[in-house]
């Protein structure tokens, strides 16, 4: 075999090589993404099932719920136009209240009901995701209409 032909077989190898890496790493990626959806998304079906995303919202005054000897609490989470129930199993963040802002990261089982792995409470009054207050005038927005 020519030297010639034995370097482009190298170099032919080496870019397979580098678009099989290329697509794994865009495979993991993809499955990393957590994408963000409002409760009025979430209600409307557009959320995936049982893949993780994040949900953020007020959680809704007087629904917080724990069974007596349970660490699984519920609670709903608004926009101000729909609700969503979040089901939570660990221990919530201190900073987490009724009326407070949150993120969960989690997935939607097929009864309506998010799975929150880990929920995020804001960390100071003055601070709120940028996600979470453009959903939260979305659906203030939204309920005006009404």
């Known amino acids: 075999m020519k030297r010639r032909h034995q370097r482009m077989i190298f170099i032919g190898i080496v870019t397979a ?58 609670f709903e989470l608004t926009d101000n136009y729909r609700d969503v129930t979040v089901e939570h199993s660990k221990i919530l963040p201190d900073l987490f209240a ?10 939607m089982r097929d009864d309506g009901i998010f799975v929150a792995d880990e929920v995020l ?18 659906g203030a927005r939204r309920a005006a209409q009404e």
Do not use: C, W
């Not at 009724?98 to 997935?107: F, M, S």
């Open 121 to 138: 409470a804001k960390h100071d009054e003055n601070y709120m995701p940028t996600e979470v207050a453009e959903s939260l005038a979305e």
């Open 98 to 107: 009724e009326g407070q802002v949150i993120v969960a990261h989690g997935t």
């Open 17 to 74: 090589g580098m678009l099989v890496s290329a697509g794994f790493a865009y495979r993991a990626f993809n499955e990393n993404l957590l994408y963000y959806y409002t409760p009025t998304q979430v209600a409307d079906g557009e959320a995936p099932i049982e893949r993780k995303f994040r949900l953020g919202g007020l959680v809704v005054e007087g629904s917080f719920e724990r069974a007596e000897g349970s660490m699984t609490a519920r």
